[in-house]
């Protein structure tokens, strides 16, 4: 017998007879966090996605394309890119445009428009699938229409949320999703978990943003409630 055989028959007369059943996850999230009403779920998160400098306006359906006027006027922005395919979209392109905004779509391939992407869209919108409270965290799903580098290239990234669709939890948000099904809710290649605007840190501690990703984040909150 050589050394790998010996090696192989200590690690076979140690290995359990038996495999030990998987942890029961859920049960564990069920302990580590209550369960918390609509309005302590929106206020959790809002609390920690502000703790990481992103910026939140709360809105309802009736006004959220004015404040997202307000939020570009403010920041001086006059140039968006957004999707007019998706609802959100095509609402916010109609109203920016006849308010003087112009409005870009990602239609074409990088490889064609990326000097234009890279350097004269200064902002963009994108819709959210949902979010986590318990980190204050966004849940983006990246298509074919609002493809990833619409939330990581230009320095201003704004994101539209209904509170609805806050979960308690991570574990929450993909049980109740669906993550796991495959057929009826197929994953994205690139599903993304943001919790505010880019930064990095030097040895010196000293913390920048922008350097990876956009500088700066919008959370445009939809709220039934919301003046």
């Given at each position: 017998m050589n050394a790998r055989d010996?090696?192989?028959?200590?690690?076979?007369?140690?290995?359990?007879?038996?495999?030990?059943?998987?942890?029961?996850?859920?049960?564990?999230?069920?302990?580590?966090r209550p369960a918390e009403d609509a309005a302590a779920k929106v206020q959790r998160f809002r609390h920690f996605i502000e703790l990481a400098h992103a910026e939140v306006h709360s809105v309802n359906r009736g006004n959220w394309v004015q404040k997202l006027w307000e939020v570009l006027a403010a920041k001086e922005l006059r140039r968006l890119l957004l999707a007019p395919e998706t609802e959100h979209g095509a609402r916010a392109f109609e109203a920016l445009t006849e308010l003087g905004v112009e409005c870009t779509a990602y239609h074409q391939p990088i490889e064609q428009g990326k000097a234009v992407m890279f350097r004269h869209i200064p902002a963009s919108l994108t819709g959210a699938r949902a979010a986590i409270a318990e980190t204050g965290t966004l849940i983006l799903w990246p298509d074919v229409h609002e493809p990833r580098l619409m939330s990581l290239v230009p320095p201003v990234h704004i994101v539209l949320l209904d509170a609805n669709k806050?979960?308690?939890?991570?574990?929450?948000?993909?049980?109740?999703e669906g993550w796991g099904n495959t057929q009826t809710h197929a994953l994205p290649t690139n599903a993304l978990l943001v919790s505010g605007p880019s930064k990095t840190a030097d040895i010196q501690q000293t913390l920048a943003y922008g350097a990876h990703g956009p500088k700066e984040l919008v959370v445009l909150l939809l709220e039934e409630s919301a003046q």
């Open positions: 010996r090696i192989l028959s200590k690690l076979r007369a140690a290995a359990p007879s038996t495999v030990p059943a998987a942890p029961l996850v859920g049960d564990w999230f069920a302990s580590h806050i979960y308690n939890t991570f574990f929450e948000a993909i049980s109740s």
